[in-house]
């Protein structure tokens, strides 16, 4: 049996008095595929949003590989959040907003242009580099924002919300 790779020990979470997350408790396994499913406003986004660091829990611990890092900011982690809300930098192309982490990262010039192509081919928008993002229909942008998360080479990637059924080819795609 493989190790746990993301690990929610005992989270709990509150805002404004009302208890969110009571005792939560979830892991996830290498090449596992998880689904939250719930109705609205049972916590899912809030789940997401701890995994990823952008809330910190009132109890309990995220692990990662067994680390804890729960405290740890979401840049520092090794995961990617692609969001509801795709957030792509609508002044820049497509292909600037592929490259941003990369740039940040110090990436060269020519290992940036190679993952734009890569992750363009897999999310199935080749050619679309010079193209601006606020041209794209929704489900363009969100494989966009895909492709933004996959370049930075995640161990786990999280999506909020799931991708719809008909963009199953495109996820079976991303998982092969
Ligand atoms: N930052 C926040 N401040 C106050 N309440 C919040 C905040 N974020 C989420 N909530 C509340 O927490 C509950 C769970 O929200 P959320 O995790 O977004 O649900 P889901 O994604 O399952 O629809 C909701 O009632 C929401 O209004
Ligand atoms: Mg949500």
């Known amino acids: 049996m493989s190790t746990k790779l993301l690990d929610l020990v ?3 979470k509150s805002y404004d008095g009302v208890t969110i997350l009571d005792d939560l408790n979830l892991y996830i396994r290498e090449n596992e595929f ?3 499913l719930g109705p609205s406003g049972c ?16 109890a309990g611990k995220v692990l990662f590989n067994g680390q804890d890092i729960t405290q740890l900011p979401p840049n520092k982690r090794q995961l990617n959040t692609v969001f509801q809300k795709y957030a792509l930098f609508t002044h820049m192309t497509i292909a600037e907003n592929i490259a941003f982490g990369l740039k940040i990262k ?9 993952k734009i192509k890569y992750a363009l081919k897999l999310v199935n928008l080749e ?6 993002p606020a041209l794209l229909s929704g489900g363009q942008q969100q494989r966009i924002a895909i492709a933004r998360a996959i370049v930075n080479e995640p161990k786990p990637l999280s999506m909020s919300p799931m991708i719809r059924k008909r963009r199953l080819l495109c996820r079976t795609r ?3």
């Open 10 to 12: 005992n989270i709990t």
């Open 34 to 36: 998880l689904t939250l």
């Open 43 to 58: 916590g899912k986004t809030t789940t997401l949003r701890i995994l990823g660091g952008f809330e910190t829990p009132d």
């Open 106 to 114: 110090g990436k060269s010039k020519a290992y940036i242009d190679d």
């Open 127 to 132: 050619g679309y580099e010079n193209r601006s």
């Open 174 to 176: 991303l998982l092969s």
